[in-house]
């Protein structure tokens, strides 16, 4: 319906309304425009109009302003009209004008509210069922690796420091990154507030390289991890950094180049502590460094994986007050680089 046709529907609506109050049922009016107050307006015919206007309106991308806007339009072009015609407003015709408007513009916001609350909750169940959707499907093809593993290891074929055992190893892991990553993502998202610590710095980075070595170990690349300045402290919630720091050994481990090394770097510039992950991924395609912390995102042929991990990195590290970025490094890889403040003590 074009917005012309819809205000010549509210213009004939108001001409009824006026007309059923000359008549000697006055109230039966209210049938059209609804009661004083609005309530149980929604049943009249100018609220049903006034409802599928404002669903409309929601529909063609318009904002709530522009639905009220509209009935104000409407009261101003009928005001001129009188005024132009030399036909001044009874104080009983004003009334009905206003009641009319009045119950029209409460009908329109309510059912935009209403619409718009339905459209947000749709996107809503969307994304998470899309995201539950791909953990289902990670989570199932780590216990299955593993299952098999540990089916050809019980039958006695292969053993644990073989092949074999290195996929179980890796399924393991995969599957303690996936739960430590969800764990994250669940305490920013539900909006928790960060269980800050005093952390060592040197000891925090110890923890990861320990956790982090059988990763490397079993993606067949190297891990360097140099000597951190004991003095140096930050005040963190240990579990989401502990996240974030191990969101980017992971990538980094994924896609460094075979026989390469990625370096873990800790070390303080002024009054900020700078987090290095370093690999040898060969760079980054032009465009990627702007768009690699967005949700679901993968920019290698290696699709394993959510694509949430930099996502959830991301929103680790400002709960704890800082920043991440990414620097390319044409031809040889990319540094990620946690930047968190200083401890003054």
Do not use: W
């Amino acid at each position: 319906m074009s917005r012309n046709d819809d205000s010549q529907i509210k213009v004939e609506q108001l001409i009824k309304t006026l007309r059923v109050e000359q008549t000697p049922e006055p109230l039966r009016s209210r049938e059209v425009s609804g009661p004083s107050g609005g309530e149980g307006s929604v049943l009249s015919e100018i609220g049903a109009t006034a409802a599928r206007h404002g669903r409309e309106l929601l529909q063609h991308g318009c904002t709530v302003d522009q639905v009220v806007h509209d009935y104000g339009d409407l009261c101003q072009a009928i005001t001129d009209l009188a005024y132009e015609q030399d036909a001044p407003f009874e104080v009983d015709e004003f009334r009905t004008l206003n009641r009319c408007l009045d119950n029209a513009i409460a009908n329109s916001v309510t059912a935009f509210a209403h619409q718009r609350d339905l459209l947000l909750e749709d996107a809503r169940v969307h994304a998470l069922n899309e995201r539950l959707g791909f953990l289902a499907h990670e989570l199932r093809n780590l216990i299955q690796n593993a299952t098999l593993a540990v089916t050809a290891i019980k039958a006695g074929n292969v053993g644990l420091a073989g092949a074999t055992g290195a996929v179980l190893d890796r399924s393991l892991i995969g599957l303690r990154n996936l739960v430590d990553r969800s764990l994250a993502d669940v305490r920013v998202t539900a909006g928790m507030p960060p269980r800050r610590e005093l952390l060592s710095l040197a000891q925090f980075i110890g923890e990861v390289r320990i956790s982090a070595s059988l990763e490397a170990q079993a993606r067949g690349c190297g891990f360097d991890v140099p000597a951190v300045d004991p003095g140096l402290a930050v005040e963190a919630d240990r579990d989401l950094l502990f996240s974030a720091v191990g969101n980017l050994l992971q990538n980094a481990f994924k896609f460094t180049e075979p026989h390469t090394e990625v370096l873990l770097h800790a070390h303080a510039t002024g009054d900020r502590i700078l987090i290095d992950v370093e690999d040898n991924c060969g760079g980054l395609p032009p465009g990627d460094a702007e768009k690699m912390f967005l949700p679901f995102t993968q920019g290698s042929t290696d699709k394993s994986g959510l694509g949430l991990g930099l996502a959830i990195c991301r929103r680790s590290v400002e709960a704890n007050g800082g920043v991440i970025s990414v620097r390319n490094v044409p031809g040889s890889g990319c540094v990620f680089t946690i930047e968190l403040p200083r401890h003054a003590g």
